[in-house]
């Protein structure tokens, strides 16, 4: 016998009363909780009315009657009680009603457990617990978001004004969004989110406004990251997560994207004035700040490039400004100016190599900024002086005795890694290599060099930056001064058996190797017997060693220690090979004409007067001069000062200095016009076939490493190399060339 069926009403009306007693739980007036029996009854009845045949099967009717007792609760007691509160009381509420909500959805499903397990699912309706949460969201929420989002803000709002909020309180809230979205965050982001995060715009809008009329950059810079960072602690003491990016991206925008250009150029304190100033700190702050915004970096560093230019700009005028002042003044006076903007150049680019460090954080974009920089002004001539001389001789200065750079050997090797730095935004670097090999031969062949291993290291710091080509030469100038110490001692050895044969002289030959050495003028002078016998001496012992080699005296490039008997004392004088000649004619007589010394030294008439100058007209005048002029003349009349007195027993009598500068870069221009032939050549075997604007990229690019080439002469040497037969013009098509093999 089958059990009656439960009607609808019957079945309902204990339902009815499990809702009403729920109710009262909610509300605290009847207990905390169903007991056992209480549950099992009433999942009983919805069972079997939910399992009943047709027409007494009323899932379909309860499932409506669920929702409907949610909607009636929400409009009978939730509703009121919402609109009664306002401000917090009304949050405080929501979250009070939410809570009961929740907890009036959980029971009900669970009585309802079987109408959702199996109608529900069965119909693909929307599931117990979720229709639930869309009744609140449909009744409450859409009524009341606009108002709870506005006192949220309100409360935030009052918060970064420094006023304290119950943080707790507006978490609860937020949850409640996240939650009503049902595993969605559509609800938090549209009824929340955007409003917030345009609620935030406005005031930081506000704020920036106000901050860049009162604040300096450091300042404003100061309270914008300030800003930021309690953005952050705000997302997680009671925002979402994903808030973050999109809250921290407002703020910045409102602070720092919209006002970057007034922040970065803002009148006695932007970033020039920090820069300006060494504010290490602020610049860090300004490098976190916009590094966070698109383009942002690209703005600091254009200024940063800006700045290092005028620097080196004002550096520039500077230098000069005081070499016209000072024109007057010996050379060597006039010339500390160019090492004075070598080394404030090296102090400027360490400056700013620190910002980049300690403030920029390697950042490319500075690197980039500082090299553009510092090419822009070092590639420009100061006091009428290119950057590759005045390195050269900054170089010259600290390696050479007697330089005015007192260093120790720590101090040297960090300044020659820092003039290498330097040298790498110059074009020149031929230029200053031949100055630099100039140089460098006069210190190795006058004893000049204060240290040797300071030398090889510049040269291997040289090596690493810009490859064996650019050092070989420097390299075999070195060896050959070893080279020349070990022969010097074998000399001496060889002279050992014949100490007759040398009793007035001692002689130190320097053997060149003539492709490592700059080309030093030289003529075969007369020179006197006493240095002849002893040449041919030393040919003879080197004969002996190097069969296949063909010594050239560079007479030049000698000097000698000869003692001059005055009536008052002897006086050593340290003389030019040259000089000594001169001097040892009046040996021989007591008086000299002009026309006398060149036929005798077979001197050209330039040398002459430089020589005769220096030894009567300069600060030793060892020999008189007839007439008593500063002038040299072919009619002039010489004879040795007996009556010459020196306090020192021992001088050196200088030349008048020779302007070099004109022969180096003459040999530069010689030696680029064969690179640039090289070339040429070396890309047309390659290719065979080039258009012209090809070509001529391509030869730039690979001579860029050493020189800048004008591209004039690039199409000069073309025009050349046509006409010598290594290459033609291609008959069918314009401006291409091709290779002859």
Known sequence: MEPTPVELETGWRDMDAGVARLKRILHGVDGVSFSSQEYIHLYTTIFNMCTQKPPHDYSKQLYERYKKTLEDYIKSTVLPSMKEKHGEFLLRELVQRWKNHKVMVRWLSRFFHYLDRYYVSRKLLLPLRELGMSCFHDLVFSELKTTLAAIIIDMVDHERDGQLIDRALVKDVLDIYVEIGRG?????????????????????????????????????????????????????HYLHSTTEPKLLLETLSELISKRAEQILNKENSGCRVLLLDGKTEDLSRMYRLFSKMDGGLSQVSQIFKEHVNEEGMSLIKHVTDAANSRKTERKEVAGSQEQDFVRKAIELHQKHLTYITNCFQNQTAFHKALKEAFELFCNKDVAG?????????????????????????????????????????????????????????????????????????????????????????????????????????????????????????????????????????????????????????????????????????????????????FEARPVELIVTTYQAALLLL????????????????????????????????????????????????????????????????????????????????????????????????????????????????????????????????????????????YLERDLETANTYRYLA
């Open 184 to 236: 969605s965050m559509a609800v938090y982001e549209q009824d929340f989110e955007e409003a917030f995060c345009k609620g935030t715009a406005d005031y930081y809008s506000k704020k920036a406004q106000t901050w860049m009329l009162e604040d300096s950059c450091a300042e404003y810079m100061f309270k914008a990251e300030e800003c930021l960072q309690k953005e952050k602690e705000r997302v997680a």
């Open 385 to 565: 002086c290119s950057s590759a001389e005045s390195l050269a001789a900054f170089c010259d200065n600290i390696l050479r005795k007697g330089g005015s750079e007192k260093l120790s050997d720590e101090a040297v090797e960090e300044t020659l890694d820092k003039v290498v730095n330097i040298l790498t935004y110059i074009s020149d670097k031929d230029l200053f290599v031949e100055f630099h090999r100039k140089k460098l031969g006069k210190r190795l062949l006058f004893d000049r060099s204060a240290n040797n291993e300071h030398e090889l290291s510049l040269l291997s710091k040289l090596k690493q930056y810009f490859g064996g080509q650019f050092t070989s030469k420097m390299e075999g100038m070195l060896t050959d001064m070893a080279t020349a110490r070990e022969r010097q001692t074998k000399f001496e050895a060889y002279m050992d058996p014949w100490p007759e044969s040398c009793p007035r002289v001692d002689l130190s030959v320097t053997v060149l190797t003539t492709g490592f050495w700059p080309s030093y003028k030289t003529f075969n002078i007369n020179l006197p017997t006493e240095m002849i016998k002893f040449v041919e001496l030393y040919k003879n012992f080197y004969n002996e060693n190097q069969k296949h080699r063909k010594l050239n005296w560079i007479y030049s490039m000698g000097s000698c220690n000869i003692i001059a008997r």
């Open 586 to 725: 009046f040996n021989e007589a007591d008086r000299l004409s002009y026309s006398d010394i060149v036929t005798q030294l077979n001197l050209p008439d330039d040398d002459a007067v430089r020589l005769l100058h220096s030894l009567s007209c300069a600060k030793y005048k060892i020999l008189d001069k007839e007439p008593s002029n500063r002038t040299i003349s072919p009619s002039d009349m010489f004879q040795f000062n007996d009556k010459f007195t020196d306090k020192m027993r021992r001088i050196k009598v200088p030349l008048p200095p020779t302007d070099e500068k004109k022969k180096v870069i003459e040999d530069v221009n010689k030696d680029r016009r064969f690179s640039i032939d090289a070339s040429i050549v070396r890309i047309m075997k390659s290719r065979k076939v080039m258009s012209h604007q090809q070509l001529v990229t391509e030869c730039v690019e690979q001579l860029s490493r050493m020189f800048k080439p004008d591209i004039k002469i690039i199409k000069r040497r073309i025009e050349d190399l046509i006409s010598r037969e």
